[in-house]
């Protein structure tokens, strides 16, 4: 049975299990829940605290876990990233008062206060910087009003509550992060492990495309066809009205609209846009 990590709660549970529904999978309805057996698809789901997912798939005691990339590169634990799933973005970056240095090279000999003690370690040491870094749970926004610190560290939203606190952000990004796939390093090839990759990428594609059917004249199907190029090829299927063909493609959801108004330019008609729920390419 496969054995996989969830977070048990913060920005990352809603969406990371909305996405497995998705995928087929079954999930908790007790958010008390801390174990759920999914005996139809061989599953065993662990609910965790997301900072720990990758200690226990780094360990090699779970086989797959969905954390964020931030906290994974954090706890340097014997896991890697094999699938990004384009939700929980965040950006991590320093922060201090208003005259701050403008770069990593201006924290030389300074006080950094953060949750993120070894992501912003491995941050100053690829940069050939010495700094004191000191770690703190929870926000660490009022480090430096307390004397704590001389800049923090954090991950940054709207970055209205840095402002409150008399804090702007500085620099180039530490990191930009999003919700992972791992699993251990080195772990060899799982049919179970890409089974499951394979219903996570079909989601994932659920998502970005939609379906899209249109009548067109035979004589503007290639024009038509550069519009909707489709993954490999759109498909044509002749109609009962002599001269007009179906064409069938997938496109980008975002672009749905724009490529609508401009096959109708070109002739086509009965255009249609549907959902796609799941796939495999």
């Given at each position: 049975m496969l054995r996989i990590a969830l977070p048990n709660k913060g920005s990352l549970s809603?969406?990371?299990?909305?996405?497995?529904?998705?995928?087929?999978?079954?999930?908790?309805?007790?958010?008390?829940?801390?174990?759920l057996v999914d005996p139809e698809n061989q599953v065993e789901f662990f609910f965790l605290r997301p900072r720990d997912i990758a200690v226990y798939v780094g360990s090699g005691r779970l086989d797959v876990g969905i954390t964020g990339r931030d906290?994974?590169?954090?706890?340097?634990?014997?896991?890697?990233?094999?699938?990004?799933?384009?939700?929980?973005?965040?950006?991590?970056r320093f922060a201090g008062p208003a005259g701050s240095p403008k770069d990593a090279q201006g924290l030389q000999g300074l006080r950094i206060a953060t949750s993120y003690t070894g992501?912003?370690?491995?941050?100053?040491?690829?940069?050939?910087?010495?700094?004191?870094?000191?770690?703190?749970?929870?926000?660490?926004?009022?480090?430096?009003?307390?004397?704590?610190?001389?800049?923090?560290?954090?991950?940054?939203?709207?970055?209205?509550?840095?402002?409150?606190a008399g804090l702007e952000v500085f620099g180039e990004p530490i990191l930009v992060s999003d919700a992972v796939v791992i699993r251990p390093k080195g772990a060899g090839e799982d049919t179970r492990v890409e089974q499951f990759l394979r219903r996570l990428q079909g989601v994932l594609v659920a998502r970005r495309y939609v379906l899209m059917d249109y009548d067109i004249r035979a004589e503007k199907v290639?024009?038509?066809?550069?519009?909707?190029?489709?993954?490999?090829?759109?498909?044509?299927?002749?109609?009962?009205?002599e001269?007009?063909?179906?064409?069938?493609?997938?496109?980008?959801r975002k672009e749905a609209q724009r490529i609508m108004d401009d096959l109708w330019a070109i002739g086509a008609r009965g255009v249609l846009v549907t959902n796609i729920h799941a796939c495999r390419l």
């Amino acid at each position: 049975m496969l054995r996989i990590a969830l977070p048990n709660k913060g920005s990352l549970s809603g969406p990371a299990a909305e996405m497995l529904h998705e995928a087929g999978y079954r999930q908790r309805k007790d958010p008390k829940e801390l174990v759920l057996v999914d005996p139809e698809n061989q599953v065993e789901f662990f609910f965790l605290r997301p900072r720990d997912i990758a200690v226990y798939v780094g360990s090699g005691r779970l086989d797959v876990g969905i954390t964020g990339r931030d906290l994974l590169l954090d706890s340097a634990a014997g896991a890697e990233e094999v699938l990004a799933l384009g939700f929980g973005g965040s950006t991590f970056r320093f922060a201090g008062p208003a005259g701050s240095p403008k770069d990593a090279q201006g924290l030389q000999g300074l006080r950094i206060a953060t949750s993120y003690t070894g992501l912003v370690e491995q941050h100053l040491a690829e940069h050939g910087v010495q700094a004191t870094v000191t770690k703190l749970d929870g926000a660490v926004e009022t480090a430096v009003q307390l004397g704590v610190a001389d800049v923090i560290a954090d991950v940054v939203e709207t970055g209205t509550s840095l402002r409150n606190a008399g804090l702007e952000v500085f620099g180039e990004p530490i990191l930009v992060s999003d919700a992972v796939v791992i699993r251990p390093k080195g772990a060899g090839e799982d049919t179970r492990v890409e089974q499951f990759l394979r219903r996570l990428q079909g989601v994932l594609v659920a998502r970005r495309y939609v379906l899209m059917d249109y009548d067109i004249r035979a004589e503007k199907v290639t024009e038509a066809v550069a519009l909707t190029p489709g993954l490999e090829s759109p498909t044509v299927s002749p109609l009962h009205t002599e001269g007009w063909v179906a064409v069938r493609s997938m496109v980008l959801r975002k672009e749905a609209q724009r490529i609508m108004d401009d096959l109708w330019a070109i002739g086509a008609r009965g255009v249609l846009v549907t959902n796609i729920h799941a796939c495999r390419l």
